[in-house]
Nanobody
Framework: QVQLVESGGGFVQAGGSLRLSCAASGSGFSINAMGWYRQAHGKQRELVAIIRSGDSTYYADSVKGRFTISRENAKNTVYLQMNSLKPEDTAVYYC?????????????WGQGTQVTVSS
């Protein structure tokens, strides 16, 4: 079993910055990829950014140039640095990890952290 614990959400004015963290804990697993998704009220969950085991990254067009995803392998932790925040970035942000346990792959989700950007 793998647990993901997120932190770093909050309230910020437009143009401000926040940094989200997500730490994976458990045993017997290896991380293939970690990413951040978000779900605004009344909308579907969408991918924000992902970082794979080779450190390749992907960003949604809406956050390119403003958000940066990074990871600290020794701590099984992924970060999302969010700069130049806009009101449309307001959402619950979820951490996701794709892990391998023996020969199987699993997806795990964090509990979500609220990000609110005021205009």
């Amino acid at each position: 079993q793998v647990q993901l614990v997120e932190s770093g959400g909050g309230f910020v004015q437009a143009g401000g910055s926040l940094r989200l963290s997500c730490a994976a804990s458990g045993s017997g697993f290896s991380i293939n990829a970690m990413g951040w998704y978000r779900q605004a009220h009344g909308k579907q969950r969408e991918l924000v950014a992902i970082i794979r085991s080779g450190d390749s990254t992907y960003y949604a067009d809406s956050v390119k140039g403003r958000f940066t995803i990074s990871r600290e392998n020794a701590k099984n932790t992924v970060y999302l640095q969010m700069n130049s925040l806009k009101p449309e970035d307001t959402a619950v942000y979820y951490c996701n990890a794709e892990v391998s346990i023996l020969t199987f792959k699993y997806d795990y989700w964090g509990q979500g952290t609220q990000v609110t950007v005021s205009s």
